[in-house]
């Protein structure tokens, strides 16, 4: 079965067909680095992730492209509301966001692109907008003239905003031609960082950064373009519009890849409801591969309902497969079968919740030879780190816990030792007694 992608363009599965043989384009929208990054980064960046390393594993030779945006609106408020620079801002998230992706497994982007870099290809394209008869000049910058794109909207199936639509920037001016027309370059305004060009001095809109950087690193025409369902209107739209304007190839994109939302207890995950988590705050209490685990069990496309119970569920059922793997037999011989399975799951858009149920069913069945082989196989797919021997850090608590119980063993004061093994296991962690005295384990 050849793989096939769900191309949001379409709204239909695609046999994958790159432009260029083996070689494979892919750029997915990265963060606006002006905080931590939160559980929806972890979702669409773990998917993503996953199904890269697939594309690698087939056989493909994939450059990953990702943009980091460090000019903002947004980067700029935080920057005043704490009284620093915004380069101090940028630093310090982009610095936090590495952390949070390095932790998580996400190591399959082969590139990591800032935005102001790429000051002179924004310019360019600004210009040639211009030349061509796409954009404009007001009060406050130069702008896209929708009016002149019958496209617009055949991505989203709409030319106006939605409710769940992420808006970096209000591009909000009574001077424009259309409601719809968004910013290409912002002309300086007192106290905001600006860079002096052919344009005036100004800094970039939202939109222009990414496909200025896609144009200088893969052509004005390439095969994959991901991001969150959010950021299909406008930002998606807008790529289009700029891109095939400029160049007037169509398409843009071949492939148009979109996950679903996270939402925190069938509620959608905002900050205005009190229910915003970041990656860290989850890493304190999980460890990396539960939080991978949980977003792989859900298809790429659809949403997930993140809640303690599903965090639970995940960890369990990742720390028993984790066990269950460390005791399989080392043989040198891969389950070719089994294998064929989780290809043809994975080779159906990406299926990883299909691929994910194959991979147990391996596991449990006991007649299956080269089991190890083929798990190994699955596993640099999904990241598990399944075979890996990590040390396990001991919380200072727990220890002190044991050393307490200990005492009271050779006290032989039982009942108080079976209460202070409760109390650690209560904590994630376990004691097993041996001859020659006591270790922790984490549950």
Not at 29 to 53: E, I, M, R, S, W
């Amino acid at each position: 079965m050849p793989l096939k992608i769900y191309n949001t363009l379409s709204k239909e599965k695609e046999t994958f067909k790159p432009l260029n043989k083996k070689k494979v384009n892919i750029f997915v929208c990265g963060p606006t680095v002006y905080n931590f990054a939160h559980l929806g980064h972890a979702k669409t960046y773990v998917q993503f992730d996953v199904a890269v390393k697939y594309l690698r594993y087939f056989g493909y030779d994939v450059f990953y492209l990702q943009n980091i945006t460090d000019i903002d609106d947004k980067i700029i408020k935080k920057a005043d509301s704490e009284g620093i620079g915004y380069k101090e801002v940028v630093e310090k998230y982009r610095r936090e966001y590495f952390k949070d992706m390095n932790s998580l497994g996400v190591d399959s982007v082969t590139k990591y692109a800032n935005a102001t870099d790429y000051i002179n290809e924004i310019v360019s394209q600004v210009e040639r907008l211009i030349q061509k008869g796409y954009a404009y000049k007001i009060s406050d910058g130069y702008y896209f003239d929708l009016s002149k794109d019958e496209d617009y909207g055949k991505l989203a199936g709409r030319t106006t905003l939605g409710a769940d639509d992420s808006v970096s920037r209000i591009d909000e001016n009574d001077e424009k031609k259309n409601s719809g027309d968004f910013c290409l370059w912002k002309f300086r305004k007192d106290n905001e960082p600006y860079w002096k060009t052919k344009l005036g001095e100004g800094r970039p809109g939202w939109h222009i950064e990414d496909t200025a950087i896609t144009e200088k690193e893969f052509g004005s025409q390439y095969d994959v373009h991901g991001g969150a369902t959010d950021l299909i209107f406008p930002h998606h739209e807008a790529e289009i519009a700029q891109m095939e304007s400029i160049s007037g190839k169509k398409p843009l994109v071949r492939y148009w890849m979109h996950t679903g939302f996270l939402k925190i207890n069938k509620e959608k995950m905002s900050k205005s409801l009190g229910n915003f988590s970041t990656i860290r705050d989850i890493l304190k209490n999980y460890s990396p591969e539960v939080l991978r685990y949980l977003f792989i069990s859900v298809h790429y496309r659809k949403p997930i309902d993140f809640s303690k119970e599903t965090l639970e569920n995940a960890k369990s059922s990742w720390v028993r497969l984790k066990n269950i793997c460390e005791n399989l037999e080392k043989d040198k011989k891969i389950n070719e079968k089994y294998l064929k399975e989780f290809e043809k799951s994975m080779n159906d858009d990406f299926n990883t919740s299909k691929a994910l149920q194959v991979l147990w069913k391996l596991v449990r069945d006991e007649k299956a030879k080269g089991k190890y082989g083929a798990i190994k196989k699955m596993d640099k797919v999904f990241g598990f780190r399944l075979f890996n021997k990590e040390k396990i850090e001991i919380p200072l608590k727990v220890r002190k816990l044991a050393e307490e119980r200990e005492k009271y063993r050779k006290e032989k004061n039982w009942t108080k030792s079976d209460e202070i093994r409760s109390k650690i296991k209560d904590l994630g962690y376990e004691i097993l007694d041996d001859k020659d005295g006591w270790e922790i384990k984490k549950v």
